[in-house]
C-alpha cells in the first residue's frame, strides 16, 4: 500500500453524549455500501470509530484501544473512541445511535451487552461497516466478529484447577451474569469437573466486573465455606478482587485461583504465587484486525464480485477467533518484560 498520509485524533468521551467529531461532513456524504472508495487513498477526514462502555477500563485503554489508536496513525486516518465512562450499556447504545447519522467510515463496537443488537443493525442498514468485537451480539447483523473462544477459556480454566486440587474441593467462579461470553466461559468451567465427582461446584456469582464486589463474593464463600479450594475468574476485576479476599484471609495457597486477563496486576499477582493460572485473550487483534477490515471494506481491498454490496456478499471474514494465551509461574516473566518494556 502507498504510504497513507492524514490527520490522527483520538476523542476520548467520560459521558455518552458524543459532541461533533471531525470528518462528519465528509463521512456523511458516503450513503451506501456500494458508494465505498476503491482506492488506497484515504480521505482528509476519514474516520472510524470505537464504541465501547466503561471506556477507562484499563483493559481496554491498555490493549483494544491502543492497538485502535496504533493502527489509526499508521494509516493516516481518524480514529475516535466513544461511550460512557461507567459500565452502562443503554449509554452505549445511545452513542452507537447518536454516531451513526454522521456516517463513518467504519464502526468497531464492543459487544458488551446483546441489548445492543438493534443499535448494530441501525448502523448496518445505514450502510455503516459495522464490525463487533470481544463477545457476540446476536440478531445484530454485524458485518463481522472478533473475539476469543470464551468456552475454551472456560475449558481451559477448569482443566488447570482439576490439576491445581487433585480433582477434588469445593470450587465456585465468578464474572458478569448474562453475557454471552462468560456464559459459555462458565459453562466450559464446570464442564471440566464432568468427570470429576469429588468437585463440587458451588455455583456462579455476579461480580459486575468490580473489584470490591469480587472481594465481598470471595469473602463471603469462604465464611460460608471455610474448605473451598477454588475459584475461577471470568472478568478482567473477578481475578484482583478474588485475590484480595483470599490474601486477607491467609489462604494463599490454600484456594487455588484461576482467572482470565494478563494485566500487570495479574501478572503480579500470579508473580507473587496468589494467582494460580491466567487464560489471556489477544485483545490487540480484535481491534487491528477489526480496524483493518473496516478500512478493507470501505475501500474494496478484496472484492469477490464485480458489486458485493448488491451481489449481498460481505468481503471480510464473518467471524475470526484469535485464540487464547496461557500463563503462569513458568512464564510469567515474558508477559511482565513485555510490559515494562520501552514504548
Excluded at 487464547?324 to 515474558?334: A, P
Aim: net charge negative; charged share 20%.
Amino acid at each position: 500500500m502507498k504510504k497513507l498520509y492524514g490527520v490522527f485524533a483520538i476523542l476520548l468521551l467520560l459521558g455518552c453524549e458524543p459532541p461533533p467529531r471531525p470528518g462528519s461532513t465528509v463521512a456523511g456524504s458516503l450513503t451506501a455500501v456500494d458508494t465505498y472508495i476503491t482506492s488506497d487513498q484515504v480521505l482528509p477526514n476519514e474516520e472510524y470509530v470505537m464504541v465501547t462502555t466503561a471506556i477507562n477500563l484499563p483493559l481496554y485503554v491498555n490493549h483494544d484501544q491502543k492497538a485502535f489508536k496504533e493502527w489509526g496513525k499508521k494509516m493516516g486516518v481518524i480514529t475516535s473512541i466513544l461511550g460512557p465512562s461507567e459500565w452502562d450499556v443503554p449509554a452505549q447504545i445511545a452513542t452507537i445511535e447518536q454516531v451513526i447519522p454522521g456516517k463513518p467510515a467504519g464502526l468497531l463496537i464492543n459487544g458488551t451487552d446483546p441489548g445492543i443488537a438493534q443499535a448494530i443493525q441501525k448502523a448496518v442498514a445505514a450502510g455503516i461497516p459495522t464490525i463487533v468485537y470481544d463477545s457476540e451480539i446476536p440478531n445484530s447483523n454485524r458485518n463481522c466478529l472478533l473475539g476469543s473462544d470464551w468456552y475454551e477459556m472456560g475449558r481451559l480454566q477448569g482443566e488447570r484447577m482439576v490439576k491445581l486440587l487433585g480433582g477434588k474441593g469445593k470450587v465456585a467462579c465468578m464474572g458478569i451474569l448474562g453475557m454471552e461470553n462468560m456464559e459459555a466461559g462458565f459453562k466450559g468451567f464446570q464442564d471440566a469437573f464432568k468427570n470429576y465427582p469429588e468437585i463440587v461446584f458451588l455455583g456462579k456469582y455476579d461480580d459486575k466486573a468490580n473489584v470490591e464486589t469480587a472481594a465481598k463474593i470471595t469473602a463471603d464463600l469462604l465464611a460460608a465455606n471455610p474448605d473451598l479450594a477454588g475459584l475461577g475468574g471470568f472478568d478482567s476485576n473477578s481475578g484482583p478482587g478474588m485475590a484480595l479476599s483470599v490474601k486477607e484471609a491467609n489462604k494463599v495457597g490454600k484456594v487455588k485461583i484461576t482467572t482470565v486477563d494478563a494485566e500487570p496486576e495479574h501478572l503480579r499477582l500470579v508473580k507473587e504465587g496468589v494467582i494460580d493460572y491466567l487464560v489471556g485473550q489477544k485483545r490487540e487483534l480484535f481491534t487491528s484486525l477489526g480496524a483493518q477490515f473496516l478500512f478493507d471494506m470501505r475501500h474494496k481491498t478484496t472484492p469477490l464480485s464485480a458489486n458485493d454490496a448488491r451481489a449481498g456478499v460481505v468481503p471480510i471474514p464473518s467471524i475470526v477467533i484469535t485464540g487464547s494465551i496461557e500463563i503462569d509461574k513458568r512464564n510469567v516473566d515474558l508477559f511482565i518484560q513485555q510490559t515494562t518494556a520501552p514504548k
